[in-house]
């Protein structure tokens, strides 16, 4: 119990050694390596594209048809500036959450990441207030107290549902693996808990921001 | 210790609320595929979307039966 207890705190990859040492956490290591491989994969698949598209960017075509559609439907035409950054956030948590599957600690296990995602996410949001309608028309939507309360209460259970969910995956595949039987019965509940929990979370997360997103840009 | 654990089986009771929840809702859900069988897609997003909304108190409390059991 105390080892699982331990495993739950994030841990100090390395220092770097100037002004005295700044700890570098584990999730930040890993975080590092998702940013490397999805640039590399970019990188990748974007050469030689060809105005008839023919196998991988076939498939990548279709993904990226599929979230533009997706967004806009929610966000409507005026919300097409803000794709980029709704799908960079999309692939970026559908990562996070499934590195577990590659030995990795999922950088989501780590309620500062999440809390960091959920405060962007948040500031987007209101970004696009003031870019739709301006700063003075922000302002004077702060003062009705349900709005104030809303930029508190919404980024803490952004917050809070991707990590718990996140945190309750690994637990119970620890559990699993210590307690029950470490071959075979982990595969079926990792397909469960890791893959459909973790892509289904990092769903949530964006269209809800979507939809933050879309009620502040609406038109009244 | 005893306190403790009390605490936090307090805490996680709040899976009660989501599990009713999601019953309630896959039993509206089903329902509507009974009566509409080429809505089908767009029920199961609804339906998809709306679990993982309900489950996030569940999960709450878990974060906090965690913490209670953490911080000992």
Redesign the interface.
């Known amino acids: 119990m105390d080892n699982l ?1 331990e495993e ?1 705190q994030s841990k100090t990859a390395f220092t770097i050694p100037i002004l005295g040492g700044i700890p570098v956490a584990d999730s930040c290591v890993v975080t590092w390596i998702i940013m490397a491989v999805i640039v590399l994969l970019s990188i990748i698949f974007t050469r030689k594209l060809k105005k008839v598209p023919t196998g991988s960017q076939c498939i990548l075509e279709g993904i990226i048809d599929w979230l533009d559609n997706f967004f806009l439907g929610i966000l409507g035409q005026k919300g097409k500036k803000y794709l980029p950054f709704l799908e960079t956030l999309i692939i970026y948590i559908a990562f996070a959450n499934l590195i577990g599957l590659f030995g990795f600690v999922p950088p989501t296990k780590d309620v500062n990441v999440t809390a960091a995602l959920a405060g962007v996410a948040i500031i987007a949001v209101q970004l696009s207030f003031i870019i739709e309608k301006g700063p003075l028309k922000w302002l004077k939507s702060l003062l009705n107290p349900i709005n104030l309360l809303d930029l508190v209460t919404r980024p803490l ?1 952004l917050c ?2 991707l ?3 996140v ?2 995956a690994f ?1 119970v595949m620890e559990l699993i693996k210590t307690g029950l039987c470490a071959i075979g019965v982990p595969v079926i509940a990792s397909a469960y808990f890791d893959i459909f929990d973790g892509l ?2 990092a ?2 997360f964006v ?2 921001t979507s939809l933050y997103m879309a009620e502040a840009i609406e038109e009244e | 210790m005893g306190l403790i654990a009390i605490g936090a089986a307090i805490a996680v009771l709040t899976g009660a609320g989501a599990g009713v929840g999601i019953g309630i809702a896959t039993a509206k859900a089903t329902e509507s595929i009974a009566r509409q069988p080429e809505a089908k897609g767009d029920i199961r997003t609804a339906l ?2 709306g679990c ?2 309900a ?2 108190t569940a ?2 409390g ?2 906090i039966a ?1 913490l209670i ?2 911080k000992a």
Do not use: K
Request: charged letters at 5%; a neutral charge; hydrophobic letters at 65%.
């Open positions: 207890l739950l259970s809070m549902r990590f718990g969910n945190l309750g637990v289904l979370q769903y949530v269209f809800l | 998809l979307l993982a909304l489950e996030a999960i709450y878990f974060v965690i059991i953490g």
